[in-house]
């Protein structure tokens, strides 16, 4: 003889995974608060340190952030979507903050050039967040990777040679070692995505750091 469980016995449900609209709004409104702590950072870290709370490197971790944790599966497209969202929410946080409740955001020039960035970083690294996250293919998680620490090794360049803030050149430096010790799988990929991240970091210097240089100018 065969029983069937009490309704109220009965397995509940499970819930499946957000839809991934709703993690691209998440990752979104992710972005907006990170852009309002990263401008009140700016009043709360000493000296020169205030300046790494509104870093690129640190910006474009939200994306890689968004990628790797709320689109680790799924096509890149909505990883891209999601990084791009997460980046125009730091955007509109930092931008809006300053400009509703400090007083004055500046100028439109600042903010655009911001925005544009934002819709070029964020979308490569969601994807990058992606990839190191998910892909079986070495040379994916080797490229995000080194893509990643290569921000940090922009942003040490720039403090080192340009603004000559050591401190902060050294902690720039140590985070862009860091990311491939901690984060690759193996050795061989350590090693690999060091160099990597080397080559990254000169390339974003010469074509990110100093064009914006010239534009703040």
Do not use: K
């Not at 020169?48 to 599966?73: E, K, M, P």
């Not at 491939?180 to 050795?187: C, K």
Request: glycine share 12%.
């Amino acid at each position: 003889m065969t029983t069937t469980a009490p309704d109220h016995l009965a397995a509940a449900p499970t819930a499946g995974p957000l839809p991934w609209r709703s993690r691209a709004v998440a990752a979104t409104l992710g972005g907006l608060l990170l852009g309002v702590l990263t401008n009140l950072a700016q009043g709360w870290l000493p000296g020169a340190w205030n300046q790494i709370a509104n870093s690129g490197a640190v910006w474009a971790a939200a994306a890689f952030a968004a990628g790797a944790l709320l689109f680790r599966q799924g096509p890149p497209l909505r990883a891209a979507i999601g990084g791009a969202g997460a980046e125009l929410g730091l955007v509109l946080g930092y931008y809006g903050y300053a400009e509703f409740v400090r007083g004055g955001a500046g100028g439109l020039l600042f903010p655009l050039v911001w925005l544009g960035m934002a819709l070029v970083a964020g979308p490569l690294f969601g994807v990058a967040g992606l990839w190191w996250r998910s892909s079986r293919d070495t040379r994916r998680r080797v490229a995000a990777l080194a893509a990643f620490a290569g921000l940090f090794g922009m942003e040490g360049l720039t403090y080192a040679l340009d603004l000559r803030y050591a401190p902060q050149a050294w902690a720039c430096l140590a985070v862009f070692t860091a990311i491939p010790l901690l984060m690759a799988r193996t050795h061989r990929e350590r090693a690999t995505t060091l160099g990597a991240a080397a080559v990254c970091a000169l390339l974003a210097y010469v074509l990110v750091a100093l064009p914006l240089q010239a534009v703040s100018a």
